[in-house]
């Protein structure tokens, strides 16, 4: 079973940038397809981003599209997330995930099994 640990969160202005990541361990990384998803208070759990097993296949939410970029290293069994020109709006907890099963990008947070525990994003304006 998959163990997945995300980092990189903190206070930041607006228009900063951030490199959020997600170390995984284990489970065979390469086999899972990997999603980033995030949480303000009060709302609902939202997906961000998404990466197929080989990294050649990306899905972004509307919301980020052109801010966000997802990548993968399937050597150091870690997903990151970019986020640049951030937003008081991007303010939330940001969560990884991992599904084994299946084929292809996943954007629904049902699709997924595992779960790190979140690190904050605070964007202040």
């Known amino acids: 079973q998959v163990q997945l640990v995300e980092s990189g969160g903190g206070l930041v202005q607006a228009g900063d940038s951030l490199r959020l990541a997600c170390a995984t361990s284990?489970?065979?990384?390469?086999?899972?397809?990997m999603g980033w998803f995030r949480q303000a208070p009060g709302k609902e759990r939202e997906f961000v981003a998404a990466?197929?097993?080989?990294?050649?296949?990306?899905s972004y939410a509307d919301s980020v599209k052109g801010r966000v970029t997802i990548s993968r290293d399937n050597a150091k069994n870690t997903v990151y997330l970019q986020v640049n020109s951030l937003k008081p709006e991007d303010t939330a907890v940001y969560y990884c995930?991992?599904?084994?099963?299946?084929?292809?990008?996943?954007?629904?947070?049902?699709?997924?099994?595992?779960w790190g525990q979140g690190t904050q994003v605070t964007v202040s304006s």
């Open positions: 995930a991992a599904e084994r099963t299946g084929w292809g990008i996943r954007k629904s947070r049902n699709d997924y099994a595992y």
């Open positions: 284990g489970g065979t990384f390469s086999n899972y397809v």
């Open positions: 990466i197929s097993r080989s990294g050649s296949s990306t």
